[in-house]
């Protein structure tokens, strides 16, 4: 049986994890701090609790930069799916109130009737309500059926889908000047990496940005598995989420950092009734980002042992980086090279699946098309990997092939040695 310091685990997530980070953790398991306790015994509304969630979000702040006196960071549970959902409840609730407070202003103010500002405001959800959509891989595309599934198509707009310029697959990126965007959307959305289908924006999208005066789209980004690979322009967006599992810490937490203009008291949420009556749903208490921002993540019990986790691993990053998130990111690239490089040298018996310009640095996929069988060539390739300790390369169920996920706990050494691998594989 292989010892844990064997085995290279190049798996989409969950994710493997600093062997130092859990060591700590193991112990933190049994006696955290001379308690007497585990760490996942202790209540979450204790001071050691809130000390963990405090620590995890400052040091989140340090290494991405986030304005804190603008953005708001949370944990949450039910992963990024659930984000799908919380987005567009929260997001359309704004919408709401932005359109609710022009409505009552145009109706005279304080003299306007309920029913009139009603009928008024239903008017402009039934005419002006978008949700626009850019669909670039099986992430996103989730993501745009649960608003159709929550909200109806007619609220929902699919701005741009990568299949119609790939022959029905995902692999590109439409050109932005494709897409159509609505002129007062509630939120776009997009996934900055897709995992399955090894997609990557290579940069924030140009069409989406501030304009000069400051105002512009809102902006929602899921940044489950590239999130603390490289640097981002936080400002640029109304709230970006991941999941932990990727690159922070363990299944069950996920983050969402969110603009606090979008929450109370700027903007404060529709009433269940006004939201009724206007035949929008409503959304679970627990998917309500301004009632676990009032709480401090600390609405319902929240896994601490996981916000501790993502702790260890951002002091982990700031201790290692001191340029931060610069410094993993030039990591990032300098593993992805190596692993492409590689491929790229074999083109008789790889095929990189997505497009050059949008390869994934964080999900690398492609066939192996020796002697021209593809599945016993591929089968092969999984059984020499694994047997030299190089696991977790398996394509995802739905599209097959090879994916090897190049997360930031992926060591310079490993990616070295897949490439290695892959090299000698050609060749063999």
């Known amino acids: 049986m292989p010892s844990r310091a064997e085995i290279t685990y190049f798996g989409a997530g969950p994710a493997l994890l600093p062997t130092d980070v859990l060591e700590t953790a193991a112990q933190a398991l049994v006696n955290y701090k001379d308690t007497g306790l585990g760490i996942a015994e202790h209540s979450h509304r204790s001071e050691l609790a809130a000390t963990i969630i405090n620590e995890a979000k400052a040091d989140l702040a340090t290494y991405l930069d986030i304005p804190t006196a603008d953005y708001e960071t949370i944990f949450m549970q039910a992963g990024g799916t659930g984000e799908f959902s919380a987005s567009v409840y929260n997001l359309v609730g704004a919408w709401v109130a932005r359109q609710h407070a022009a409505v009552v202003a145009e109706l005279g103010g304080a003299d306007a009737t309920d029913d009139a500002v009603v009928a008024a405001l239903r008017k402009r959800v039934e005419t002006g309500l978008k949700l626009d959509y850019i669909v670039t891989g099986g992430w996103s595309l989730k993501a745009y059926q649960e608003a159709v599934r929550l909200l109806g198509p007619e609220y929902v707009n699919l701005a741009a889908d990568a299949r119609v310029d790939n022959g029905g697959k995902f692999g590109k990126i439409p050109a932005q000047s494709t897409w159509k965007l609505s002129p007062d959307a509630a939120l776009v959305y997009y996934c900055d990496n897709e995992t399955v289908d090894g997609v990557e924006f290579p940069e924030f999208p140009a069409v989406l940005a501030p304009r000069p005066d400051g105002t ?50 700027a903007t404060v949420q529709p009433s269940p009734a006004l939201m009724r009556k206007l035949a929008l749903p409503i959304p679970p208490i627990v998917l309500q980002y301004e009632i676990i921002a009032k709480n401090n993540s600390l609405y319902n019990t929240l896994s601490i042992f996981d916000v501790y986790i993502a702790g260890l691993v951002l002091k982990r990053l700031l201790q290692i980086f001191p340029d931060k998130v610069d410094g993993q990111e030039a990591v990032s690239k300098k593993k992805a090279d190596l692993i492409y490089a590689a491929l790229e040298s074999n083109p008789a018996v790889y095929k990189i699946v997505p497009d050059k310009s949008v390869r994934s640095r964080m999900n690398i996929c492609f066939r192996v098309t020796k002697n021209g069988a593809v599945d016993e060539s591929e089968k092969a390739f999984l059984k020499e990997a694994t047997a030299q300790g190089l696991t977790g390369l398996k394509g995802h169920r739905s599209v097959g092939g090879i994916r090897a996920s190049n997360y930031n706990s992926i060591s310079l050494e490993g990616a070295e040695k897949l490439a290695k691998f892959i090299e000698a594989f050609a060749k063999a």
């Open 216 to 265: 512009g789209p809102v902006v929602v980004a899921d940044m489950s598995s590239n999130i603390l690979s490289r640097r981002i322009p936080v400002s640029n967006y109304s709230l970006l989420f991941f999941g932990a599992q990727k690159n922070l810490g363990l299944t069950g937490v996920t983050v969402a950092v969110i603009r606090k203009s979008l929450l109370a008291p």
